[in-house]
């Protein structure tokens, strides 16, 4: 099984919950980044969604929260050679330290976005579309 197709199995599964309710799956994804045991989900956890889904495959994984972690995990790929399951670190904004990260499901040359499979989208596990532009790098966990 790849990354993706675990992955895909949470799309429309999983998703934040309202008030003081916590969704367990992303707690417990809270849990492999040391985030601690009481992390809201409403704590940004898109690299916790990837750290769960890497940990579940046994996977290399970055161990982190933060989204730009991924940058250092496994072998860069360009992103006209991205694969379905490779993960794909995106720049959110201006400050230099955010970001965003999921797996890449395909790319729209036309429109130049790039679809990406990922956690805290929507504040679920969606597919959601982003500039090529904000492409920080592609990654490869796999063989």
């Given at each position: 099984?790849?990354?993706?197709?675990?992955?895909?199995?949470?799309?429309?599964?999983?998703?934040?919950?309202?008030?003081?309710?916590?969704?367990?799956?992303?707690?417990?994804?809270?849990?492999?980044?040391?985030?601690?045991?009481?992390?809201?989900?409403?704590?940004?956890?898109?690299?916790?969604?990837?750290n769960a889904?890497?940990?579940?495959?046994?996977?290399?994984?970055?161990?982190?929260?933060?989204?730009?972690?991924?940058?250092?995990?496994?072998?860069?790929?360009?992103?006209?050679?991205?694969?379905?399951?490779?993960?794909?670190?995106?720049?959110r904004g201006?400050?230099?330290?955010?970001?965003?990260?999921?797996?890449?499901?395909?790319?729209?040359?036309?429109?130049?976005?790039?679809?990406?499979?990922?956690?805290n989208q929507?504040?679920?596990?969606?597919?959601?579309?982003?500039?090529?532009?904000?492409?920080?790098?592609?990654?490869?966990?796999?063989?």
């Amino acid at each position: 099984m790849t990354p993706f197709d675990l992955a895909q199995r949470f799309v429309g599964e999983i998703r934040e919950l309202p008030g003081a309710a916590q969704h367990p799956f992303i707690q417990w994804a809270h849990l492999l980044c040391s985030l601690g045991a009481d992390q809201p989900d409403e704590t940004p956890w898109c690299s916790s969604f990837v750290n769960a889904i890497c940990w579940m495959l046994r996977l290399p994984r970055s161990k982190s929260a933060a989204a730009r972690s991924w940058l250092g995990i496994g072998t860069a790929v360009d992103l006209s050679n991205a694969r379905p399951g490779d993960i794909v670190v995106l720049k959110r904004g201006t400050n230099p330290a955010s970001g965003h990260v999921g797996f890449f499901a395909g790319i729209d040359p036309v429109s130049r976005m790039v679809e990406v499979l990922g956690g805290n989208q929507g504040d679920a596990v969606t597919i959601a579309r982003f500039k090529v532009d904000d492409v920080l790098g592609v990654r490869r966990v796999t063989d």
